[in-house]
């Protein structure tokens, strides 16, 4: 894929997954009530966060506004962070979102128990600390990642 393509195709996978959050929240969940549903939309919404960075990075890469892309997520951030946030307009908070999900989704792939209870899913790490998700917290974080790809897509065109 040519660098132009694969910023263009990056920005459509992270609207495609958007939506499959989307109607996962306000369509499906409501439908069957099963919290462990609530992964399966963050990691949808991760996909979508990761995508529009990604996106970024290709798009500064490919006019030459920063010279390389680092693999590791951690390191990529940093740089999305450091070098373009400002430049996308979007706010701190807004950009720690996409550090908060996948935070997230690490802690339950290294997690030793997870459970829902009621409208919560509940992920406990090695010590038994918990972290709990509801639906509600993941339609704020929708709400968030709306505004997140609209500013990168905007600042793309």
């Known amino acids: 894929i040519i660098d132009m393509e694969l910023y263009q195709e990056l920005v459509k996978k992270s609207i495609t997954s958007f ?15 099963e919290t ?8 949808n919404i991760n996909l979508s966060l990761t995508n529009a960075m990604n996106a970024a990075l290709e ?35 807004e950009a720690q979102l996409i550090h908060q999900i996948h935070h997230i989704l690490e802690s339950h792939k290294q997690s ?6 009621r409208d919560k899913f509940v992920i406990c790490n090695h010590n038994y600390q918990m972290k709990t998700i509801t639906i509600p ?5 929708l709400s968030q990642t709306r505004t997140i790809i609209t500013k990168i897509t905007k600042g793309i065109k």
């Open 19 to 33: 939506r499959t959050a989307d109607h996962l929240t306000y369509v499906t969940f409501p439908l069957i009530r």
């Open 36 to 43: 462990k549903l609530i992964l399966t939309i963050l990691d």
């Open 59 to 93: 798009y500064e890469k490919y006019y030459k506004r920063i010279m390389s892309i680092p693999d590791h997520f951690d390191l990529k951030y940093a740089l999305f962070e450091d070098k373009l946030i400002n430049k996308y307009n979007i706010l701190k908070k």
């Open 112 to 117: 030793p128990i997870e459970f829902s209870r």
């Open 137 to 141: 917290e993941v339609k704020e974080f």
